[in-house]
């Protein structure tokens, strides 16, 4: 089980929380002009790393807001979180080369 | 060189048991892995070593390799629940479990191998007016697709679990049964394909795990593993909990994302539940293994992860409908706990693909129901390899589907976990 610290309401337990999958996929400005390689992409293809991953949280059972995350899925690590819209907190090189 | 392994019989095993069992010979040999193989299989669990046994056996390629990085069914195939069945929905999963199932049932004949396939008959619980709805359009599906395919009512499950509580806080209002599904033993299963894809000549490496992909002008030549590099005219990724890892590294990505889901199983009783019983409501299921211990699956974690650990209120999520359907279970004491890595496709159904390098083959996403397939998932697999184009079984199962749109939804009878 996970503690996760929410930028608005500080650390709280996982069961709170719901995984919304990678971050920072942005929705195509021209969704008619894309082809279906393209639109499949967007909508199913994802990175899925064993290792540092940028992901969606949503505070489901609290002040259900959204936010970002980085967590190594290896280690279920959480390395930090942060709001949408602020810029992505940068890693040190031993936190992006944590073992798998 | 491969060696004839000696027949496992009733004689067999009379003569080694006046030898003190000390005339046993290896199952399969310890292979150091050559320069070049005709098809390399990356992943040493059931379904791998499935695909080398069907490869050499009917598909005349002997010069085949599997590598595995950890030992033989140490993954997926060592962590599931045993259960097999083939009660989908869609045609194109009907094909694919069924095929299986109809392998699964001469399987210990064919592999010389006992792997304790019992039919024992499998119970999908409805708990609610729309369960009702689900199985009934799912169980004549499957009749209508020529599978076995039963509805039965709470007083028939009760005959068959009679210390379940049908009347509590998850009522049961039907179920639906499928006669033939049941249980194998899970190691069992890698060993027989081992030994018998071993005595075909198969080279089965374990310890090797597989660092890159070798690839040239888009088509690949080998893997580099952590023993050197081994050249092949084709590879095969079958593998469950990092095929997105693999992609990766032969540069192309995945419709799929892996979660942790997790069993566990019970201190050994004596003989009390002869059936599996499943509930997709309830994301409960359980069965008794031939040793006595209740297997309990459980749901899988909602957040991405490798860690194979899994969360402790899934187990309790789980573990409280157990107790509320069978009270009798409530002061069984649980012996162990695990967790293993299930890369989920969206529409819950497996990729069976030529992937954009040529002569690269996956074979994955099998999500949280691999285990079931396994014998019709490596024959398909070993074809399509062979034909260099999909096995009209496997065809459907492209990742293609994902930019088509051919999705093949089976979220309701994955039964589990969604």
């Known amino acids: ?100 | 060189m491969a060696v004839t392994p000696k027949t496992y019989s009733i004689f067999s095993l009379a003569r080694n048991a006046l030898n003190y069992h000390q005339g046993w010979q290896k199952a399969w040999r310890d292979a150091e892995p050559k320069r070049d193989y005709e098809v390399v299989i990356v992943g040493g669990g059931g379904h791998g070593l499935a695909t080398a046994y069907y490869l050499a056996r009917e598909c005349g390629i002997q010069d085949v390799a599997v590598v595995e990085k950890g030992w033989l069914g140490g993954g997926n195939t060592g962590r599931n629940t045993t259960i097999v069945r083939s009660n989908y929905l869609w045609d194109e999963s009907a094909g694919i479990y069924e095929h299986a199932m109809k392998l699964w049932e001469g399987l210990s004949t064919d592999l010389n191998y006992n792997v304790m396939f019992s039919q024992r008959g499998l119970l999908h619980l409805a708990h609610s007016v729309h369960d009702m709805q689900e199985i009934g359009r799912r169980g004549n599906a499957i009749y209508l697709n020529g599978i076995d395919s039963e509805f039965v009512t709470p007083q028939q499950v009760r005959e068959m679990v009679p210390f379940i509580n049908l009347d509590c806080r998850y009522p049961v209002h039907g179920a639906l049964l499928q006669k033939r599904g049941g249980t194998a033993r899970h190691d069992a299963v890698a060993w027989g394909y081992a030994r018998a894809a071993d005595s075909l000549g198969v080279d089965i490496i374990q310890n090797c795990e597989v660092t890159g992909f070798h690839i040239e002008n888009n088509t690949v030549k080998g893997v580099e593993t952590t023993r050197g590099r081994i050249g092949a005219g084709k590879v095969g990724c079958v593998v469950a909990g990092h095929c997105s890892v693999l992609a990766e590294m032969a540069g192309f990505r995945l419709p799929i994302e892996s979660f942790p889901l997790q069993a566990l199983v019970s201190e050994p009783v004596k003989p009390i539940l002869d059936c599996v019983v499943m509930s997709g409501a309830i994301h409960a299921y359980i069965s008794q293994s031939d040793k006595g211990e209740l297997v309990i699956g459980a749901g899988s974690d909602a957040y991405l992860s490798y860690s194979q650990r899994g969360s402790f209120d899934i187990i309790e999520h789980t573990v409280g409908p157990i107790v509320e359907l069978y009270p009798i279970f409530s002061r069984l004491k649980m012996l162990r706990q695990w967790g293993g890595i299930v890369d989920v496709t969206v529409d819950r159904s497996p990729l069976i693909s030529k992937t954009p390098v040529n002569n690269l083959f996956f074979n994955c996403g099998w999500g949280t129901g691999g285990f079931k397939a396994t014998p019709g998932s490596g024959h398909v697999f070993a074809h399509s390899i062979k034909a260099g184009d999909m096995h009209p079984i496997a065809e459907p199962f492209s990742i293609n589907r994902f930019n088509t749109g051919a999705l093949i939804d089976e979220g309701a009878a994955a039964a589990v976990a969604h």
């Open chain 1, 1 to 100: 089980m996970l503690l996760i610290k929410c930028p608005w309401c500080g650390y709280r337990d996982q069961t709170e929380f719901s995984a919304q999958g990678e971050a920072h996929i942005a929705r195509p400005e021209n969704p008619y002009d894309l082809d279906e390689e393209q639109w499949g992409d967007y909508l199913f293809f994802r990175k899925n790393p064993k290792g540092v991953h940028y992901e969606r949280w949503v505070h489901s059972h609290g002040c259900r807001r959204w936010f970002n995350v980085i967590r190594n899925t290896a280690s279920d690590h959480v390395h930090a979180t942060y709001r949408p819209g602020e810029s992505i907190p940068e890693l040190s090189d031993e936190e992006t080369n944590q073992p798998a």
